[in-house]
C-alpha cells in the first residue's frame, strides 16, 4: 500500500510540474554576435575647459562617465594626470556603465580626466577631458571689493557669489581682454547684494559698448523702493539714436546730487571706459580715463539700499523709461575709495594691453600712477622715493624726489637710430641735474645718451650729450624760464649724422653727429644722471615728467608734432 501511495504522490507531482510550464516560451540560446567595436565613453561631467572657481586652496571635482560596449566590458578606469583614481571591472549591466566618481584635493592648475575602457576581447578606447582649478582672485587695485568679469557666468570673484539674473541676458565674444562680455536683452538686468559693497566713498569702473536702443536706459542703480533719490546712486543714459549723454545721481541722504557727465557719439563698435567715483566732497564721472565731468557733493547715503542693479534701472529706477540696457559690459569692478585719475588710468591699462601708435616706438611709460612699461608690461626700478602727481598732461605725471629715479634696462631698445619724447614740467632747484642717462660706468661718455639741464633758478639750459664709440658729440640745446606751471614737450633725436633737440615741436638746436654706441650700457636713468652721470652734478631732478616714450629711429620734426598734439 506504501508503494501504491508513494507512485501516485509522484505520478500527481509530474503533472503539477507540467503544468507550471504551460504557456511559457522555452528559453532559447542567441550567439553575441561579432565584438565590431571598442567601447564608447562619453564623460558627461565635467565640461572640457571646465573651470573650479572656490576661493579653497583644494577642491573635489565630479567626474560622472557613461561607458558602453557592443559585447562585454571588462575594465574601465578613470585618471587625473595619468594617475588611477578609480577602477570598474563588476558591472550590474555588462555592456552599459554610468557611474559618478567625486576626486577630493584638486589643486590650481591645469589637469587632464583620462577614461581608458576596455571589452572582454581586448579592444580599447580612451577620451580625454581637459579642466582647470583656476587660484582665488586677488584683488589688483587699492580699494578693490567687487570684480565680475563676465567670462560665461555672473560670479563677482572677490566673493565668489553670483549675481542674481532677471530675464535673459547673454554673453557675447569679442570683450575687452578678448573674452565673453555682458550683453543686455529686453526686460534683463543682474542684481547683486549691497551688503559689503556699502562705502562712505564708492567707485566703479567698466568697459561699456552702448547701444543707443532704446534711447535711455540704467547703468547701474543702487536705489530704494520708490521715487526715492536721497539715497544710493544711479547711473544712467539720456539721448538719441546719434548721440547719448551718460549721468549721475547721488543720493547725499538729505538731497540728491547731479552729475549732467558728456555726451558721446553713438552706434559705435568701439569699447569705452566709464568710471564713477563719489566722495564727502565730489562725484566725478570719467570717459576714457579723462575727466567727463566732476561736481560738489555732500555724502552718500546707503540707508535702504539692498541690491545694485546692472544693465538697468530696474527695479527701483526704472521710472522716467530708465530700464533694461542692450550695451555690452566687461570687466566691471567695485573700489571703497574715490579713485583718482591716475588710479582710472592705471585699471585701463590694465585691462586693455598697449598696441604702439607710432612707427618705431619701442617704449611708452605714461606714469598713471606706477612705474610700467606699456610694451613689455615690465616695472622700472625704483631708487630712493619718486612719486606722483594727479595733474599730468594725460593722467598722472611723475614727480622727482631728492637721490630718486627709475631704471629699465636697456637689452631690447638699442638702435643705431634713437628718439626719446616727453612733457617736462622744469624745477630749478637743484639748478642741474640729469634728466635721461644710459650711460657706462666711470667717466666714459664715448657710449650711450645723457640729456641734462644746468643753471639757475629763474634760467635751466637743456643739453644732450652723445657717444659716438670714438669721441663724443655735444649739443648746447637752449634756454627756458623756470620757475613756470606749463608744461612743455621735449625731444631729442639721435642717427648716424644728426643729433637733434626740440623744445614744443621747434627745433632748438642740431649738431652734427657720427652715430651711437651702446657698447657697456644696461639701463637707461629717468629723472637723473645716476648712477653713472651723476658727476658735475647732473643728479636727481625734481621736475615732473609724462607720456616719455622711445623709438627706434630719428623722428621727423613732423612726427613730433603729431605726437605732442596728439597728447596735448
Known amino acids: 500500500m506504501k508503494i501504491i501511495n508513494k507512485i501516485l504522490t509522484a505520478v500527481l507531482a509530474l503533472f503539477m510540474v507540467t503544468g507550471c510550464y504551460e504557456g511559457i516560451d522555452p528559453i532559447s540560446y542567441v550567439a553575441p554576435g561579432a565584438d565590431a567595436s571598442a567601447p564608447q565613453i562619453i564623460v558627461v561631467t565635467p565640461a572640457e575647459g571646465y573651470q573650479i572657481k572656490v576661493p579653497d586652496l583644494t577642491a573635489p571635482i565630479s567626474i560622472q562617465v557613461e561607458v558602453t560596449d557592443d559585447i562585454e566590458l571588462k575594465q574601465v578606469v578613470v585618471a587625473i594626470d595619468g594617475v588611477d583614481v578609480k577602477t570598474y571591472t563588476d558591472f550590474r549591466d555588462y555592456r552599459r556603465l554610468l557611474a559618478t566618481h567625486v576626486q577630493e584635493g584638486i589643486t590650481n592648475g591645469d589637469h587632464v580626466i583620462t577614461v581608458k575602457a ?18 582665488p582672485y586677488t584683488p589688483k587695485f587699492p ?16 566673493s565668489f557669489k553670483f549675481a542674481t539674473k532677471v530675464g535673459n541676458p547673454t554673453f557675447a565674444t569679442g570683450g575687452i581682454l578678448d573674452g565673453k562680455a555682458y550683453v543686455g536683452a529686453n526686460d534683463s538686468y543682474l542684481t547683486f547684494p549691497a551688503e559689503g559693497l556699502k562705502s562712505s566713498e564708492f567707485s566703479a569702473a567698466f568697459w561699456y559698448k552702448p547701444n543707443a536702443s532704446p534711447d535711455r536706459s540704467g547703468i547701474l542703480s543702487a536705489s530704494p523702493t520708490g521715487e526715492n533719490r536721497q539715497k544710493g546712486f544711479r547711473l544712467f543714459r539720456e539721448g538719441s539714436a546719434t548721440e547719448q549723454r551718460i549721468k549721475l545721481n547721488v543720493g547725499t541722504g538729505s538731497g540728491e546730487t547731479w552729475n549732467d557727465g558728456d555726451v558721446f557719439a553713438v552706434p559705435t563698435s568701439e569699447w569705452m571706459h566709464i568710471a564713477i567715483t563719489i566722495s564727502g566732497t565730489k562725484a566725478a564721472i570719467y570717459f576714457n580715463g579723462s575727466l567727463a565731468r566732476e561736481v560738489d557733493n555732500t555724502g552718500l547715503d546707503w540707508a535702504g539700499i539692498d541690491n545694485i542693479s546692472i544693465g538697468s534701472g530696474a527695479p527701483n529706477f526704472a521710472y522716467w523709461n530708465h530700464k533694461s540696457d542692450l550695451s555690452q559690459y566687461d570687466e566691471l569692478r567695485f573700489f571703497n575709495k574715490a579713485l583718482t585719475s591716475s588710479e582710472i588710468q592705471n585699471i585701463i591699462f590694465n585691462d586693455s594691453p598697449y598696441v604702439p601708435k607710432y612707427a618705431g616706438e619701442t617704449f611708452y611709460m605714461p606714469f598713471n600712477g606706477n612705474f610700467k612699461e606699456l610694451m613689455s608690461m615690465t616695472d622700472a626700478t625704483v631708487v630712493g622715493n619718486p612719486g606722483f602727481v594727479e595733474e599730468g598732461v594725460v593722467g598722472g605725471a611723475y614727480a622727482g624726489a631728492t637721490d630718486s629715479y627709475v631704471t629699465f ?6 638702435s643705431t637710430e634713437f628718439s626719446a619724447v616727453f612733457w617736462y614740467k622744469p624745477n630749478g632747484n637743484p639748478t642741474r641735474s640729469g634728466i635721461l642717462s644710459a650711460s657706462p660706468t666711470g667717466e666714459d661718455r664715448q657710449k650711450g645718451i645723457r640729456l641734462f639741464r644746468e643753471g639757475s633758478a629763474t634760467e635751466q639750459r637743456i643739453k644732450m650729450n652723445v657717444g659716438t664709440g670714438t669721441g663724443e658729440t ?6 627756458v624760464t623756470v620757475p613756470t606751471d606749463e608744461w612743455m614737450h621735449l625731444a631729442i633725436t639721435v642717427s648716424g649724422t644728426k643729433a637733434a633737440i626740440y623744445f614744443n615741436g621747434t627745433l632748438a638746436r642740431e649738431v652734427d653727429n657720427t ?3 651702446w657698447a657697456g650700457i644696461d639701463n637707461m636713468s629717468i629723472g637723473s644722471g645716476a648712477p653713472n652721470f651723476a658727476y658735475w652734478d647732473h643728479k636727481s631732478d625734481l621736475s615732473l615728467y609724462d607720456e616719455i616714450r622711445f623709438f627706434s629711429k630719428a623722428l621727423t620734426q613732423t612726427e613730433i608734432q603729431g605726437i605732442m598734439n596728439a597728447e596735448k
Not at 634696462?409 to 638699442?414: C, S
Open 118 to 135: 576596455t571589452d572582454i576581447e581586448g579592444k580599447t578606447s580612451q577620451k580625454d577631458v581637459h579642466f582647470a582649478k583656476v587660484s
Open 515 to 517: 652715430g651711437l654706441d
Open 143 to 158: 580699494g578693490e571689493i567687487f570684480y565680475m568679469p563676465f567670462e560665461g557666468d555672473y560670479m563677482e570673484m572677490i
Open 409 to 414: 634696462p636697456m637689452a631690447n631698445l638699442k
Open 474 to 479: 655735444w649739443n648746447d640745446g637752449d634756454v
